[in-house]
């Protein structure tokens, strides 16, 4: 599954937003998306079955394509790892199947946008749709409900709140994370955004300095707020899951 949502992270940079862009339909495009074999993005030669295990199929390929030597991004076999870790935390603190697989199909959606926002500082608004859709789903397993009464004024006040700092200075951040922000503070719901705030900034600081351009003045580094914000909602998810499951009726911030 993690193959999957990489793959259609990358594709949809390169069919959407890429070099390739112009030059198929838009049927086209997602038949390309979802159909076409996997294969080395430089030299397009397909990966046979053996080259398309997870997480060893790295280690087969010694990290780069047999054809060509193009060198294979090391993000492969760390999120075919992580997935199925993930998966795993998230069955043995829930014993509910059916929640770790929606909830992975969420994270994989939350995964392609932070892909693109990465890569070419953009969200993918379509995506948001049904990250919308299997984040709520994921909340309605794990709490028997779709979200709380809380979560919309979470909302709310987080739309407010970026959307007056886009009306006031628009370049101090993308449309998308004045959108994406809100519905991911709602999906996690209160009081978790707390959580999901200062890890967000957290991790966007920290993120920065070390990759950092050395070449620009810090406060100048053109920052994938989508990316973090993402990264963030994983962690708050997990974290959301361990009070429900581990321990019990202790509320961890005091509400």
Same mark, same amino acid.
Request: hydrophobic share 50%; aromatic share 24%; proline share 4%.
């Given at each position: 599954? %993690? ?23 838009? /049927?086209?495009?997602?038949? #390309? ?40 991004? /090391? ?13 795993? =935390?998230?069955?043995? =603190? ?22 693109? +926002? ?25 709490? +028997?409900?779709?979200?709380?009464? +809380?979560? #919309? ?10 959307? #007056? ?38 991790? %966007? ?23 973090? =914000? ?26």
């Amino acid at each position: 599954m %993690a193959s999957f949502y990489i793959t259609l992270g990358e594709r949809i940079i390169l069919y959407f937003y890429g070099n390739e862009r112009k030059n198929k339909s838009f /049927i086209e495009k997602w038949k #390309i998306i979802f159909i076409k074999p996997s294969h080395c993005p430089n030299c397009k030669k397909v990966l046979n079955p053996i080259e398309l295990i997870p997480f060893f199929g790295y280690f087969f390929l010694g990290g780069k394509c047999k054809n060509c030597n193009t060198k294979l991004g /090391i993000i492969y076999p760390i999120t075919e790892l992580f997935f199925p870790l993930l998966f795993a =935390f998230a069955f043995i =603190f829930t014993k509910n199947f059916s929640f770790s697989l929606i909830f992975i199909i969420f994270i994989g959606h939350v995964f392609v946008s932070m892909i693109t +926002d990465l890569n070419k500082y953009i969200l993918d608004f379509e995506n948001l749709f049904f990250i919308l859709i299997f984040g709520s789903l994921s909340n309605y397993l794990l709490t +028997d409900k779709f979200f709380e009464l +809380d979560s #919309i004024f979470v909302f709310i006040a987080f739309l407010l709140f970026y959307g #007056i700092i886009y009306l006031i200075k628009p370049d101090f951040m993308g449309l998308g994370d004045v959108i994406f922000a809100p519905v991911f503070s709602f999906i996690i719901g209160h009081p978790w955004w707390i959580f999901f705030l200062n890890t967000s900034y957290t991790l %966007a600081l920290l993120g920065t300095y070390v990759f950092r351009d050395r070449e620009k003045k810090f406060l100048k580094q053109k920052i994938p707020m989508g990316f973090y =914000f993402g990264l963030s909602l994983i962690f708050s998810m997990m974290v959301k899951i361990l009070p429900n499951n581990f321990f019990g009726d202790l509320d961890l911030f005091g509400f």
